[in-house]
C-alpha cells in the first residue's frame, strides 16, 4: 500500500456507503452477502467482513437475527437547544437541559447520597470520598427517550436544607439556579464541555440505540463565586440530536 493508499476494507465500505447515503441502497435493503462484496470488489472475506463492521460501527446497517446485514433508517437530526438565558419561568430540569421552550418534555428521575469518585471530587472541588448527592434522570420528548443525566452535587453544601433532593421539598424539579439561591448560593457561572463517545451498554438500551453508537456527553458544571455547587454528565445520541448553543454576547 503506498502512502495515502486506503486499506481495501475502508475503500469498499466507502463505496457501500456511498451507495447507502446516494440511495442506492435505501433503508430496509438487505446489504450484498459477504460472498456478494468479494465477488464485485475482488477482495478477501476477511476484507469483506471488516467492510461490513465498519459500516455496522456507523450505524449505517444492522444485522437482524437469522436474516442478514440491512440497511437502517437513518433518523433525521433533531436540535436540542442549550443557552446562556435561563428564564426563571421556564427552569425545570428539563429547561435546564433543553433550553428551547416550544419542546415539552417530561422527566423521571431518582436521588441517592454516595460517595464522590476522583474524577467527580476534581469537578466538585473536593476530596474523594466526600458526601455528594447523585441524581439520575431520563428526559422524554413524545414519549421518547432522549436525553440521560447523572448530576452530582456536594452534601457539604445543600445536606441538611429544604433542597437537599433535587426532586423533593418546596423546590423539587426547579433547577439549580433556583434552589441554590433558596439556601443563599447565588449560581453567577456555568460551563460545558462537549464530548463524543461510544455509548455504555446501558445508556444505549435506555435511548434506544444499538452497541457502537456515539453519545455527545455534555459535561456541565454550576459555579457560585467559583465554587462548583453541581456538576453533571448529559448523555445525548449522536444519531438522532445537534447540540446548538444560544449565547449572550456582551
Do not use: C
Request: charged share 25%; proline share 8%; no cysteine.
Amino acid at each position: 500500500m503506498t502512502f495515502g493508499e486506503q486499506p481495501a476494507y475502508l475503500r469498499v465500505a466507502g463505496d457501500l456507503r456511498k451507495k447507502i447515503v446516494d440511495g442506492l441502497l435505501p433503508p430496509h435493503t438487505r446489504l450484498p452477502s459477504q460472498a456478494r462484496i468479494r465477488e464485485e470488489y475482488g477482495v478477501s472475506d476477511t476484507v469483506a467482513l471488516e467492510a461490513r463492521k465498519v459500516l455496522m460501527a456507523e450505524g449505517l446497517v444492522e444485522g437482524r437475527s437469522g436474516s442478514g446485514t440491512y440497511v437502517r433508517e437513518r433518523p433525521v437530526p433533531r436540535r436540542i437547544a442549550r443557552s446562556g438565558f435561563r428564564p426563571a419561568d421556564t427552569a425545570t430540569p428539563f429547561r435546564q437541559e433543553q433550553a428551547d421552550t416550544t419542546v415539552r418534555g417530561t422527566w423521571e428521575s431518582g436521588s441517592e447520597q454516595t460517595e464522590a469518585s476522583g474524577p467527580i471530587a476534581e469537578r466538585l472541588g473536593i476530596k474523594p470520598g466526600e458526601r455528594v448527592m447523585r441524581t439520575k434522570y431520563v428526559y422524554r420528548e413524545a414519549g421518547e427517550a432522549m436525553m440521560l443525566s447523572t448530576s452530582w452535587e456536594p452534601l457539604a453544601v445543600t445536606g441538611r436544607t429544604p433542597v437537599m433532593l433535587p426532586e423533593e421539598g418546596p423546590l423539587g424539579g426547579m433547577g439549580v439556579v433556583e434552589r441554590m439561591a433558596a439556601i443563599d448560593v447565588v449560581v453567577d457561572n456555568v460551563t460545558e464541555e462537549v464530548g463524543a463517545r461510544p455509548g455504555l451498554a446501558e445508556e444505549l438500551l435506555a435511548l434506544g440505540g444499538v452497541p457502537g453508537h456515539v453519545v455527545l456527553v455534555v459535561q456541565r458544571t454550576f459555579y457560585a463565586s467559583g465554587r462548583p455547587v453541581e456538576t453533571a454528565d448529559v448523555v445525548i445520541p449522536a444519531d438522532r440530536y445537534r447540540v446548538a448553543y444560544h449565547l449572550p454576547v456582551k
